[in-house]
Nanobody, 115 residues
Framework: QVQLVESGGGLVQAGGSLRLSCAAS????????MGWYRQAPGKLRRLVVG???????NYADSVKGRFTVSRDNAKNTVYLQMNSLKPEDTAVYYC?????????WGQGTQVTVSS
């Protein structure tokens, strides 16, 4: 059973930075796609950034130029560096991974940006 564990969330002032981590229990090469999603209260869960096994990256327009995804294959970990945070970035952030047959989700980590 694959497990994804997020960490790094917290409370930060607008303009600040946070780095989220998503540690997988197995090799991240086994996943065709990994992504960070977020869900604000009363809103749908939306993709923040996706990265394929081949390294293709797709950012949501709202975070382009501010957020950067990276991965450490040796540590089976994907990171989300979030800079210039805005109050509208406040949400629970989830890590997700997809293999050929199954999707996996982490438990989520809360990010709160104060104005």
């Amino acid at each position: 059973q694959v497990q994804l564990v997020e960490s790094g969330g917290g409370l930060v002032q607008a303009g600040g930075s946070l780095r989220l981590s998503c540690a997988a229990s197995g090799s991240i090469f086994s996943f065709e796609h990994m992504g960070w999603y977020r869900q604000a209260p009363g809103k749908l869960r939306r993709l923040v950034v996706g990265i394929t096994r081949g390294g293709s990256i797709n950012y949501a327009d709202s975070v382009k130029g501010r957020f950067t995804v990276s991965r450490d294959n040796a540590k089976n970990t994907v990171y989300l560096q979030m800079n210039s945070l805005k109050p509208e970035d406040t949400a629970v952030y989830y890590c997700a991974a997809s293999s050929d047959s199954e999707d996996y989700w982490g438990q989520g980590t809360q990010v709160t940006v104060s104005s």
